[in-house]
């Protein structure tokens, strides 16, 4: 009589090609999902488009009327809640703000329509285009959405870009390139209000605070940043020194060396900074990856000694971050400049 011991290879065999065919089924699922929420987004945008001209007559209208509100019934009666009045009215302004879907289409795979409802009560249409291209580019979710408008990312952008219209050549590249390049990747200042910082920290508190909360904190970065470790070992003429933070960048396919400092920016930093990402280009850079960054996060630097040393754009950037209180500050003088 035969055994009915399970045979051990078996149970091997038998796994491996659970997890084969349970790969083969996520993948097709996500597809899938895709797929349903590319329709999905033409669809709202092809309805929108035929309202507002056959309905509308193509005017700015407040989608107000009774033929539009008797439509959202009828649609809501056969199809349900996702054809109410309220979603009709963002369908139409979806094509109002965007006609040429052609332009749109590249985005449609990437974007859901919570997302694109969300950034459709932005008015400002550069603001907007910015916020579109990234949170396709980065695949946000609505409440990350909401909290990179909430800490006006695209202002910082705008501030440490130099001018909107640097920023909108940026975002242009980004549709060409299909990757992000510094002037996108690296902000100023840096909103670190989570880390909850007492007004007095030293560098040791707030390296803490900011390993304590790395997730958060890389998400404040931006996306495509990995964490590499701490406190970085680099031995010069026999004498050690410790670089604060190390991350790479995926996209730039480079290394980010990170230095705090609590103070105001110094001259020496950039001088140590600099010796720190020679060291990183010649022992650490691996064959096929970019040369070297580093960012000096500071709580303050004068504009003078940023433009002199070239601290806006070059392999080293002087960043200040925002506690709290820096916080409400920053969004009071930008609330004033819109």
Not at 70 to 93: I, P, S
Not at 109 to 132: C, G, H, M, V
Not at 163 to 173: L, M, R
Not at 243 to 269: G, N, Q
């Amino acid at each position: 009589m035969a055994s009915r011991d399970t045979d051990p290879s078996t149970d091997v065999v038998n796994d491996a090609l659970f997890g084969e065919v349970s790969d083969l089924i996520d993948r097709a699922r996500a597809r899938a999902a895709s797929t349903v929420n590319t329709e999905l987004v033409m669809l709202y945008w092809s309805i929108g488009k035929r309202v507002r001209e056959e309905v509308l007559g193509g005017e700015r209208a407040e989608y107000g009327g009774d033929v539009v509100k008797r439509l959202a019934v009828r649609l809501t009666e056969r199809y349900g809640r996702g054809y109410g009045w309220r979603n009709l009215t963002r369908m139409v302004k979806f094509a109002e703000l965007y006609p040429e879907f052609e332009i749109l289409s590249p985005l449609a795979t990437k974007l859901t329509w919570t997302n694109i409802a969300e950034l459709l009560t932005i008015s400002e249409q550069p603001k907007r285009d910015f916020y579109l291209a990234m949170c396709a580019h980065e695949g946000w979710t609505k409440r990350t959405l909401r909290d990179r408008v909430s800490s006006k990312l695209y202002e910082r952008t705008v501030a440490a870009r130099g001018s909107a219209e640097g920023v909108e050549a940026d975002i242009a590249a980004l549709a060409v390139r299909g990757m992000t390049g510094p002037a996108l990747v690296f902000r100023d200042p840096y909103v670190l209000d989570f880390l909850d910082l007492p007004p007095q920290h030293s560098e040791s508190q707030l390296e803490q605070a900011i390993l304590d909360e790395v997730e958060r904190f890389m998400l404040e970065l931006g996306t495509g940043f990995t964490f590499v470790g701490r406190q970085k070992r680099i031995i010069v003429d026999g004498k050690d020194y410790h670089l604060d933070l190390l991350f790479y960048h995926r996209e730039m396919r480079c290394l980010v060396a990170v230095e705090l400092k609590t103070r105001d920016l110094e001259p020496a930093d950039f001088g140590q900074m600099t010796l720190y990402l020679r060291w990183l280009d010649r022992y650490e850079r691996l064959p096929g990856e970019e040369p070297p960054v580093g960012i000096i996060l500071c709580a303050r630097k004068g504009a003078q000694q940023v433009e002199l040393l070239g601290l806006e754009s070059g392999e080293v950037r002087a960043a200040q971050y925002l506690t709290h209180e820096a916080r409400e500050q920053l969004q009071r003088r930008l609330e004033a400049l819109e």
